[in-house]
């Protein structure tokens, strides 16, 4: 982990929705350009750490985060940092594909408009394409890019959710359990398009599936009851653990 | 019968409590149980039905009105000099005169004045005000000799319609025996006819319900329903955005809502009241007018629309505002651009049906002066005028048989209306529904 720089540093991150403490004092660094798989039973509080990276928390009621974490070196619990600008800079794909009731190109064009990242329509028209054919979903799409945004299949409407995610430009790219609803067909799909994703930004990915885990990601991170158990190269987490909890969730002895 | 076998053949090896007696009894309880319910859907639309059949069938006749043809002598010399530079002048009793001299023309032989004051009272005394405005819009009638439509009065036209019975004494009845003969006379001359109401839609009241109409009370109804959706509409939603999309939950925002929904729930003579004390005696805006009554009504209205809002904005999905707000949209624009357009269908209903309610309510308008009686037909919202569900207050008052008929007519303006905002309301729902 020491080769590469951290491209977000979290420090002592504790985290309470109301009276129910979810996380405890975690520490992770995230590395530029890789993938980080997060990993762990349901409820571990592997999703409510995602939601922290980008501030996704502030709009829960009653959740209190405290502790620090980094974007490129600058602490984005701030006051001065505004959590909208925050946002367009740390991406986030949901569980459950969401794409608006929208057509496809309004889909993709609604980021780069409201931060005024278009000067001009056919710059606009650009970005959509490059997002679109980003997320690998340009090919099916292209002739009907005025149609609805729900009329697509459960996978196509999660790449769009990706190729809106990536239109704003973000540096960081949150995905929260992406194919827990999708077929093993789209979900190939995505896992392809997370690969080619990791040469332009750096992937947080929150998933059930180890085999997901061990087929996308660079680095896995183990939770467990709120504590970061183990981090470290996805290899010798799969094979060598050093935590007898990580090597009883990995052999399927609980979770 | 076919059912039961297999039931019993899926049942053979199960406990002797699954005999086929036991089904039997759990089949015909499941059948009485579906009874009731159709048994209660009869009823509540056989209700609905008779009620429709019984204001039908006493409004249907007041669509037509009968009319008698009189030719009227407008020569000169029936004019003063003042009349013949400016017709507006013109006084209703000298055109009661003209039209009675016409009258006394087709009944030569009725002499004596008590029987002459009857033939007369078989025109409408608002006839002249039809030849008046007759004889303003076209100065050149006079000097000739017209032949005109004039409504008959009340008496006569429920004669026509049967609503007067012969059988009844002449003494007990409104319509006597010479005004019948004098009236089967004019009929087989040809001129009586039963002509379309058009009074009815183009007049405001009147105290002769010949003449009466509905115009009034429904510009006076559209005044109020504007005042009330321009003021309620936007309160409204933008009340239940901020407490939907904004306000944090706590006790006090708690207090606020049980209020709200309190408040949805307080009798509507209350808000009259209401509008009595502070609207009118505190500031003393203008009694009878549809400004005031368009405000009480909104106080009604508000919490309606706030609820409604506010569930409709609960109802559009959590991704949805998920998905905006990890784009990095800040919340107003997630409301603006997501939240709001997703929820406006439903916000929408629920504000044609908070107008509907506002337009079909009564006791309010009572309090505030909206009962008066009321001819002009009001031109501005301060102007003072009723509303449709009061002028049929009004006029079920009345004690004239011909205000009945006209009565009904007006509930069925009034349904009519009620029932075109109710459908707009359901092709709205059906138009936008889950669009997610």
């Not at chain 1, 403490?21 to 571990?44: E, Y």
Request: aromatic residues 8%.
């Amino acid at each position: 982990m020491e080769d590469s720089i951290p491209k977000m540093r979290v420090e002592n991150l504790d985290v309470s929705y109301f009276d129910k403490q979810a996380l405890f004092s975690i520490n992770l660094d995230i590395t530029k350009n890789n993938i980080t798989a997060l990993i762990g039973p349901s409820g571990c509080g592997k999703s409510t750490f995602l939601r922290c990276l980008n501030r996704m928390n502030d709009v829960i009621d009653g959740c209190v985060v405290k502790g620090k974490v980094e974007l490129d070196g600058s602490t984005i619990y701030d006051q001065r940092i505004d959590p909208v600008t925050l946002r367009a800079k740390v991406g986030i794909v949901f569980q459950k594909p969401n794409p608006f009731p929208k057509s496809i190109y309004d889909n993709v064009a609604y980021g780069p408009r409201i931060h005024g990242l278009a000067n001009t329509n056919s710059e606009l028209d650009d970005i959509v394409e490059k997002s679109l054919i980003r997320a690998g979903l340009w090919d099916e799409v292209k002739d009907r890019i005025s149609d609805s945004g729900t009329s697509l299949s459960g996978g196509q409407q999660q790449r769009l959710c990706i190729a809106r995610a990536i239109a704003v430009n973000p540096q960081v790219l949150l995905m929260d359990e992406p194919c827990s609803a999708l077929d093993p067909i789209a979900t190939a799909r995505i896992e392809e398009l997370m690969d080619e994703l990791r040469n332009r930004y750096t992937i947080v990915i929150v998933t059930h599936s180890m085999q997901q885990a061990a087929r996308v990601a660079q680095y896995t991170a183990f939770f467990h009851m709120g504590y970061l158990v183990e981090k470290g190269a996805t290899e010798k987490m799969f094979t060598t653990p050093d935590d007898k909890r990580t090597q009883d969730y990995i052999t399927g002895r609980f979770g | 019968m076919n059912n039961l076998d297999n039931n019993n053949q899926l049942t053979d090896e199960s406990p002797s409590e699954y005999s086929s007696d036991r089904l039997l009894k759990r089949q015909k309880k499941e059948k009485r149980f579906q009874l009731l319910g159709k048994l209660s859907v009869l009823a509540s639309v056989s209700f609905l039905f008779i009620l429709f059949i019984s204001i039908i069938e006493k409004g249907s006749s007041a669509i037509r009105q009968s009319e008698v043809l009189l030719s009227i002598d407008l020569s000169t010399e029936n004019f003063r000099q003042e009349v013949l530079m400016d017709p507006k002048k013109i006084r209703g009793s000298e055109l009661n005169k003209l039209t009675r001299n016409s009258l006394i023309k087709l009944f030569p032989n009725v002499q004596s004045r008590s029987d002459r004051r009857m033939l007369y009272s078989l025109i409408s005394s608002g006839a002249r005000h039809e030849l008046r405005d007759r004889i303003i819009q076209n100065r050149d009638l006079i000097g000739g000799i017209i032949s005109v439509w004039l409504p008959l009065s009340d008496d006569a036209d429920m004669y026509l319609k049967g609503n007067i019975k012969k059988d009844v004494p002449s003494n007990l009845r409104r319509f006597k025996d010479n005004q019948i003969s004098w009236l089967d006379q004019l009929m087989s001359d040809g001129l009586v006819r039963k002509s379309f109401n058009f009074r009815f839609f183009t007049n405001g009241d009147s105290r002769e319900p010949e003449i009466a109409g509905t115009l009034g009370a429904l510009i006076g109804s559209f005044f109020t329903l504007l005042v009330t959706f321009l003021i309620s509409f936007p309160i409204g939603v933008m009340a239940a955005i901020y407490l939907e999309e904004f306000s944090p939950k706590n006790r006090f925002t708690e207090i606020i809502e049980v209020n709200i929904n309190n408040l949805a729930a307080v009798p509507s003579i209350v808000f009259g009241l209401l509008g009595l004390g502070v609207f009118l005696s505190f500031f003393e805006f203008p009694r009878s007018a549809p400004l005031v009554g368009g405000m009480v009504l909104s106080l009604m209205t508000l919490p309606t629309i706030i609820i409604v809002s506010r569930a409709s904005l609960k109802a559009v999905p959590g991704s949805i505002r998920e998905a905006a707000l990890g784009l990095g949209a800040s919340k107003m624009q997630m409301v603006l651009h997501h939240v709001l357009p997703l929820g406006m269908p439903g916000i929408l209903t629920g504000g044609i049906l908070g107008m509907a309610r506002a337009l079909g309510e009564t006791a309010p308008l009572l309090m505030i002066g909206m009962v008066a009686f009321i001819v002009d037909i009001p031109t501005k919202i301060d102007d003072p005028s009723t509303a449709l569900p009061v002028q049929i207050f009004l006029w079920a008052d009345s004690p004239e048989r011909a205000f009945v008929e006209r009565t009904s007519a007006a509930i069925m303006l009034l349904l009519f209306f009620l029932l075109t905002m109710n459908f707009v309301a359901v092709l709205l729902r059906q138009k936008f529904e889950k669009r997610w």
